[in-house]
């Protein structure tokens, strides 16, 4: 079956710009994460989502970062005023539920480019 | 401190090699210890996950847990052009809430 899509794959955009990027997880897949992966690093984790709800967002780094999932199916992360340091690659993952250990599954993330 | 620590190399090898990784990780919690490969312009993907100390084996990979020591390895054996990629560990506890290393990026020459 289809794995987790990210749109775009590229997002170029300009300091003080506003961007959302979108996440399709896989189908019947109740848990949901965002991480952002920075040039040699590993990914790190921002927000989690169970279903509709946000059950964790302790790694947004500040109040400019959003993320919602309102069908609990797609999620939107959204940046406000964009800043040269929100460059980095946005990855999406989803796994079957949380608890314990469900393996997630990662989409090939979006490259965002603040100027 | 890191949580996670990796050496993010670069690691070059010819082929045919066997290759160790390694990570250190302070959080006494983790339990599921796991290890992912990247590919250039890619989403991580799973390789092998180990739940506690101890061994794991599939096919040419092996990975270790040691929890007293805080250090879990991924070996490679018989090292191939195409395991050219990143290596990242990750761990957590039980709220499936992942932290991983910087990453190993590989390269396998022919």
């Known amino acids: 079956g289809a794995g987790v899509s990210q749109t775009p794959s590229n997002k170029v955009t300009e300091k003080g710009k506003y961007v959302e990027l979108r996440c399709d997880p896989i189908?019947?897949?109740?848990?949901l994460y965002w991480y952002r992966q920075s040039l040699g690093q590993g990914p790190e984790f921002l927000i989690y989502?169970?279903?509709?709800?946000?059950?964790?967002d302790s790694g947004l780094p500040n109040d400019r970062f959003f993320a919602v999932r309102p069908e609990g199916s797609v999620s939107t992360l959204k940046i406000q005023r964009t800043e040269r340091g929100d460059s980095a690659v946005y990855l999406c993952?989803?796994?079957?539920?949380?608890?314990?250990?469900?393996?997630?599954?990662f989409g090939p993330g979006t490259r965002l480019t603040v100027l | 401190q890191k949580e996670v620590e990796q050496d993010p190399g670069p690691l070059s090898v010819p082929e045919g090699a066997i290759v160790s990784l390694n990570c250190t990780y302070s959080n006494s919690a983790f339990q599921y210890f796991m290890w992912y490969r990247q590919y250039s312009r890619k989403g991580p993907e799973l390789l092998m996950y180990t739940y506690s100390s101890g061994n794991k084996e599939d096919g040419r990979f092996t990975a270790q847990v040691d929890k007293s020591s805080k250090y879990i390895s991924l070996f490679i054996r018989d090292s191939q052009p195409s395991d050219s990629a990143t290596y990242l560990c990750a761990m957590t506890g039980n709220n499936n809430d992942m932290r991983f290393g910087a990453g190993t990026r590989l390269t396998v020459k022919p």
């Open positions: 989502f169970q279903g509709t709800g946000a059950a964790d």
């Open positions: 993952a989803s796994s079957h539920d949380r608890g314990a250990y469900n393996e997630q599954f």
């Open positions: 189908s019947g897949h109740t848990a």
